[in-house]
């Protein structure tokens, strides 16, 4: 079943716009991680965010985390048409045993506009 | 490093027919994933591997499929007998932890008629 659940589902901006896509999750958590999948390809680690902290940069990569409405959000500022493709996020839960293992949302597909 | 690596790229087979889907992770990496990824579904884990041994096959349907990893560098994740519903993209991944990021294969698309 899936633990974390992007909004929106499809996002369409022009180049040179910020892209803001979201991550709902149900359970408490150990981390989260952020995903890209250009078409036809496997996915792509974009970032990880452990539950103790808030906020993470990477490039133009911006990811917050707020445990406690159990929401994440990945921002990609000054968007280039390279960045059109599925991004997902994924949790790892917190639940003290040794059984870890991603689960990922079903994504959104971000498409930028020359 | 050359990455995960998987064939085939590509299969098409008829329903009924044994599928074998193939993977080497990345040197070093101990820990070894299958996904299965549909548009219904979306990315779902099929059986995860620690150091050669399963560590969890709770998502994949045992009466048809089998994982295995027989050494450090390779896997197989068989498919017998294949049906129509299994058509989809199956990727590799692998990873020097299960908590931290994993590393995608290029994916295999398997089309059973």
């Known amino acids: 079943s899936q633990q974390g659940e992007e909004d929106p589902q499809a996002l369409s901006i022009q180049e040179g716009e910020n892209a803001t896509m979201n991550c709902s999750y149900k359970?408490?958590?150990?981390?989260l991680q952020w995903y890209r999948q250009n078409s036809g390809r496997g996915l792509v680690h974009l970032i990880l965010?452990?539950?103790?902290?808030r906020e993470k940069h990477s490039g133009r990569l911006r990811v917050t985390l707020d445990t406690s409405k159990k929401s994440s959000s990945l921002l990609i500022t000054a968007s280039r048409a390279a960045d059109t493709a599925s991004y997902f996020c994924?949790?790892?839960?917190?639940?003290?045993?040794?059984?870890?293992?991603?689960?990922f949302g079903k994504g959104t597909l971000l498409t930028v506009n020359p | 490093d050359a990455g995960v690596i998987q064939s085939p790229r590509h299969e098409v087979t008829e329903m009924g027919q044994e599928v074998t889907l193939r993977c080497k992770p990345i040197s070093g990496h101990d820990y070894l994933f299958w996904y299965r990824q549909t548009m219904m579904q979306g990315l779902e884990l099929l059986v995860y591997?620690?150091?050669?041994?399963?560590?969890?096959d709770s998502g994949m349907p045992k009466d048809r499929f089998s994982a295995k990893m027989p050494n450090a560098s390779f896997s197989t994740l068989k498919i017998q007998p294949s049906e129509p519903r299994d058509s989809a993209v199956y990727f590799c991944a692998s990873s020097v932890d299960s908590t931290i990021e994993q590393y995608f294969g290029p994916g295999t698309r398997l089309t059973v008629t």
């Open positions: 965010i452990r539950s103790n902290e």
């Open positions: 994924a949790t790892v839960p917190n639940s003290g045993g040794s059984n870890y293992k991603l689960t």
């Open positions: 591997f620690n150091n050669k041994a399963v560590m969890d």
């Open positions: 359970t408490s958590i150990n981390n």
